[in-house]
């Protein structure tokens, strides 16, 4: 039996939480041993309580932080947490599609990585903001351009353990896939289309400061992969 830790850092998502943990586990094979492992950054809406209370109904671990210290953190500490040959990240306001988890897991058969794409055929964005989905678009281009992954920037992915053996990460914010796809140990990855829903029960976390970082790892990861590991 395939055994894998879905990693979801969460930050005041108090109320998604109950909804997210039934979604997953209501979809995801009983050939899978599946656990959660929420990450929480002191969320003062509660959401930690939450998390420790779907652990009486569900599969699920939670990892108390003092702060928020950042989504990229929030993962490098799940990774660090998790015991399973198989993690995976997802977002915590519902945006992803859990119904797609299963056909994850089974590219992970032939792929080291794979990513849920809002960017190839097949794939849904729901009712997108204008000037979101420019910036995305933006973001996605200059980032695609150092990957060659049609959604470099993706939050929603799964990937065998082996791939991130030995490797340094130090992504805080929000585009620690990009880190990976850069430093990870990897010869196959696999794109697969899904529904990108409207989040429920919560706002945006992203601001001016989080663009500025992903700017500066972009130049960073570009530095890494084309001065310092040609």
Do not use: C
Not at 190 to 197: A, L, M, T, V
Not at 203 to 227: A, G, P, W
Request: aromatic share 10%.
């Amino acid at each position: 039996m395939l055994s894998v830790s879905i990693i979801i850092p969460t930050y005041n998502e108090a109320k998604n939480l109950p909804l997210l943990a039934e979604e997953i586990f209501n979809s995801v094979n009983k050939k899978y041993d599946a656990e959660i492992i929420f990450v929480d950054d002191n969320s003062p809406d509660g959401t930690g309580d939450i998390a420790e209370s779907l652990g009486k109904i569900f599969p699920v671990k939670v990892i108390h932080r003092s702060g928020k210290l950042g989504l990229g953190s929030a993962v490098r500490e799940g990774f660090l947490f998790s015991e399973r040959p198989i993690v995976g990240v997802m977002d915590a306001d519902l945006s992803h599609d859990p119904s797609v988890i299963n056909t994850m897991l089974e590219e992970l058969a032939s792929s080291d990585i794979v990513i849920g794409s809002r960017f190839v055929q097949g794939s849904v964005v729901e009712n997108w903001i204008p000037w979101r989905k420019r910036l995305s678009q933006i973001g996605v281009f200059l980032a695609r351009r150092l990957t060659g992954v049609h959604d470099p920037l993706s939050g929603y992915f799964f990937l065998k353990r082996s791939v991130i053996e030995g490797v340094v990460l130090d992504t805080t914010g929000y585009k620690i896939l990009l880190e990976l796809l850069v430093k990870g140990h990897y010869k196959k990855l696999k794109e697969i289309s899904y529904n990108f829903r409207m989040r429920k029960h919560s706002t945006s976390k992203l601001n001016n400061k989080e663009y500025l970082l992903f700017l500066s790892q972009l130049i960073r990861y570009s530095l890494y992969k084309y001065i310092f590991h040609p």
